[in-house]
């Protein structure tokens, strides 16, 4: 096997994005719903999430800037300390891809995308009734990170959100005794570029002791 070094500092942020995107795959999404203070319902879908913790748990989300800008997502997320996290899947991801389109932000994705609105039971936040699985998060902290380490030196690239689970909500045929069956989720991860992935191949390693 013959390896190709590449210095991250000598090549272009997108340079950067195309090599992570590509190479850390597949990636779980999260369709993340926010309420804006105005009382708009905005959704968008991250790939930059994941698992932080059982004890409580803990998701996190990383939601890159904008030319320095924060997105709707992360604005409204710390504004209001509260979001819920949707896992995708095959079922609703060609309306959660209608999601991504840049809206401004008074217009709400979940509108857009023709999804349907449903209450949470301890946050404000609505999810949307079309995932098989909703996580109802409180916003247990903001951390802005990134920026160049020449020129924009301080002013933050992402906004890494980790939010405390204080409900689950998974439709009852994916719940089996505690467990919930993958090939009834019908998960969809992210690629590189346009493409996705579906739950492919499985196999078990047992772990060693």
């Known amino acids: 096997m013959t390896m190709i070094s590449i210095d991250p500092e000598g090549q272009s942020t997108q340079d950067n994005y195309k090599l992570l995107i590509g190479g850390i795959i597949p990636r779980p ?8 203070e105005e ?17 409580p748990p803990m998701i996190a989300v990383s939601v890159q800037r904008k030319s320095g800008i924060q997105k709707d997502t992360a604005r409204n997320a710390i504004a209001k300390r509260q ?5 995708a899947d095959e079922r609703y991801v060609e309306a959660l891809n209608v999601t991504a389109a840049p809206a401004p932000p008074d217009v709400s994705e979940v509108e857009l995308a023709g999804l349907t609105p449903v209450a949470s039971e301890i946050i404000t936040v609505p999810g949307v009734a079309e995932a098989a699985i909703r996580l109802e998060c409180v916003l247990e902290q903001a951390i802005p990170l990134g920026g160049t380490l020449i020129g ?6 992402t906004d890494l959100l980790i939010g405390r689970v ?33 739950l492919g191949e499985r196999f078990t390693l047992v772990r060693p002791t």
């Open 29 to 36: 999404i999260a369709l993340v719903t926010t309420l804006s």
């Open 39 to 55: 009382g708009v319902l905005n959704a968008a879908p991250f790939s930059f999430f994941n698992i932080v913790a059982a004890d």
């Open 83 to 87: 979001f819920v996290t949707h896992i």
């Open 152 to 157: 924009d030196a301080g002013v933050p690239s």
């Open 166 to 198: 204080v409900r689950f909500h998974i439709d009852e045929k994916l719940y089996n005794n505690g467990r919930i069956d993958p090939e009834a989720l019908k998960p969809v991860s992210r690629l590189a570029g346009n493409d996705y992935a579906k």
